[in-house]
Structures are given as structure tokens and as C-alpha cells.
């Protein structure tokens, strides 16, 4: 109950300053759907996936916002799955995982009392049969794979299978923006990894990087897991960032991706997150010229969690905050 009301009077102190959670991303046919009402958003929605095949970027951001909007119609969206629209089965799976993972919350393991874990199971197991046939439609799609990682996860399947899926989804898409985000989850210390492993997997990524690739900018997301695990006391996050960010090799590894990227930006759905996570890692790492020029290319849009729900009880105030500092 108690993290019930802090997170609704997060919600709301970011509704009053006029910030949107979970938006930080260029889609207009998305965001319109996602705007329509209630009655609308599936039928619509599904026309949206149809519409992205061949498109996984554009595709795995879609799934992933429609799933959080239909978690109050799985019922409606399960009679509407009959086995042979790739789109629906896709849609119905990563619901389910959304639906189980709001059960669960976003605590750690120890923190998830065993009551809410066995629901949260209850309702992740009937996600995987959904995903699974959602690939056998449609074999080149690596967006399934994407969200088969956040199953395996969610239902402790272990490393061996987790490095299974990544590979799966990498031989279909080796750059896939949602792909990557999931895969530092899932090597993070909090579940089958290690700081070091995350550090590593930052490093490769960027090597692996093509110029103009936004990809490069899911690094930062290893290093502010990393830096999140430096203290519990949310007071004293902000100084474990500004030491991690500040590590002349970490803000090497920034500095390099984001020039990466910079060198020629090519159209994205997630350009704007990318600007987040970059001009977050910036403002930690002192560097505030670069921050400017990142924070500048943002709004009221945030991302859900990274960079700026690590930071402080109160994110869209922190991140307001920043801005008002740099002057953007």
C-alpha cells in the first residue's frame, strides 16, 4: 500500500508539471491510437503491428506500448487470437507478460513477497505459447524473441536460456534497440550477471555500433544499473551516480557512443530516449556541454525508468530540475 500511494503521488506531481512518463518516443500513428478510446485501441492497434512487419524497430516499440494500454483487455484480445495472426499472438503474449509483471511490481526478488510471486507466475506462464507461435508465423521477426527474454526472466529460466533467446533474436536483428535494452536486464547483477558483465557488454555494444545507430546509447543503460547498485538510500543516489558517471573510463564510453551516434543520426523511433539516456550520463559525468546539447533535443516526453527513475523519488522533478540548470 505504502509504495502504491508514493508512486501515485510520483504520478501525479509529474501530471502537474506537465510531463508525459513513457512517451520519450517518435511514433504519430502510435500515439494517436494510444490516445483513442478505449474500445478503439485494440482493433487499431493490431492494424498498427500489421502495418510494421518488416519494421522491427518501429514494431517493437509498438508492441511494447500497446501492451501496457491493453492490460484491461486480455480477455477481448485472447478471443481475438486464434492461432493464425502473427500480430494478435504477439500482442496477446507480451500483454500477458505486461499484465504479470504489473502483479510482480519492479522490486527486487527479496523485496516480492511470495504471495505476489505466485501470481505473478499464474500469469506468466500462459504468455510463452503466444510468443512462440507469434515466431513460428512469422520466422524473420525478432521482436517475439524480444519479448521472450522478459518471459525467461520472469519465470527464472536461467542463463543457458536467456543466452539462447539473445542469440535467436541477434541472428534475426543484431541491432535491435528493445533488444538490447532487455538483454543488460538480464546480465545485470540483479538478475544472471555482474557489474562486470554489464561494463563488458556496454563496451562490446559500442564497438559493435554502426554511426548514426541510436543503439549506442542503451551502454548508458548498463552503467546506470551499475551505479543504482551502489547504495539503496535514494538520498544518496545522486552522489553514486555523479562517481560512476564521473569514472574517466565510463565517461570515455559515453563520450565515445554518443559521437558515434552524432556523426550522422539516421531517422529512429527511440531518438528521443537516446537523448535522455545520453544527456542523463553527461549531466553525471560533469560534462554539461554535452548535456545542454543532448536535453536541448527533449521535452516534457520521458522514458519509463532510465535514466532519470533511478535518480530520485520524484524523476520528472529532477529531471525538470536539470533542465532548468542547463538552460534548455
Known amino acids: 500500500m505504502i509504495v502504491r500511494a508514493v508512486r501515485a503521488l510520483i504520478d501525479a506531481y509529474d501530471r502537474s508539471a506537465g510531463m508525459s512518463r513513457g512517451t520519450a518516443w517518435d511514433d504519430p500513428a ?21 502495418e510494421s512487419k518488416g519494421l522491427p524497430e518501429l514494431r517493437a516499440l509498438r508492441v511494447n506500448r500497446l501492451a501496457k494500454a491493453l492490460t484491461g483487455r486480455l480477455g477481448e484480445l485472447a478471443a481475438l487470437s486464434s492461432g493464425q495472426d502473427p500480430d494478435a499472438m504477439l500482442l496477446l503474449g507480451a ?30 506462464q500462459h504468455a510463452e505459447a503466444p510468443l512462440r507461435r507469434a515466431a513460428e508465423l ?4 525478432p ?22 533467446l539473445w542469440n535467436e533474436l541477434l541472428w534475426r536483428w543484431p541491432a535491435l534497440y528493445s533488444g538490447h535494452f532487455t538483454r543488460v536486464q538480464a546480465i545485470s547483477a540483479k538478475w544472471y550477471g555482474s557489474d562486470e558483465e554489464a561494463a563488458a557488454f556496454a563496451e562490446e555494444l559500442v564497438d559493435r555500433a554502426k554511426p548514426g545507430d541510436p543503439v549506442a546509447a542503451v551502454a548508458t543503460t548498463a552503467h546506470f544499473e551499475i551505479a543504482a547498485r551502489r547504495t539503496d538510500n535514494v538520498v544518496e543516489r545522486e552522489a553514486a551516480l555523479r562517481a560512476h558517471f564521473g569514472d574517466p573510463s565510463v565517461a570515455r564510453l559515453i563520450t565515445r557512443a554518443a559521437d558515434l551516434w552524432l556523426q550522422s543520426p539516421v531517422p529512429h523511433p527511440r531518438t528521443p530516449e537516446a537523448h535522455h539516456l545520453f544527456g542523463a550520463a553527461f549531466h553525471f559525468a560533469g560534462d554539461e556541454e554535452r548535456a545542454r546539447h543532448h536535453l536541448s533535443r527533449t521535452d516534457n516526453r520521458m522514458p519509463d525508468r532510465l535514466p532519470w527513475g533511478v535518480t530520485a523519488l520524484a524523476p520528472a522533478r529532477y529531471y525538470a530540475k536539470t533542465r532548468t540548470a542547463l538552460g534548455v
Open 30 to 50: 502510435l500515439a494517436a491510437v494510444l490516445r483513442a478510446p478505449a474500445r478503439e485501441r485494440l482493433r487499431r492497434g493490431l492494424a498498427l503491428l500489421a
Open 95 to 124: 500483454t500477458r507478460i505486461q499484465y504479470a509483471w504489473e502483479i510482480r511490481g519492479g522490486a527486487y526478488a527479496q523485496d516480492v513477497k511470495r504471495q505476489r510471486f505466485e501470481r505473478f507466475w499464474a500469469e506468466l
Open 138 to 141: 512469422l520466422p524473420a521477426d
Open 143 to 164: 521482436v517475439p524473441w524480444n519479448e521472450l527474454q522478459w518471459y525467461a526472466m520472469g519465470v527464472q529460466a536461467g542463463r543457458d536460456e536467456l543466452d539462447r
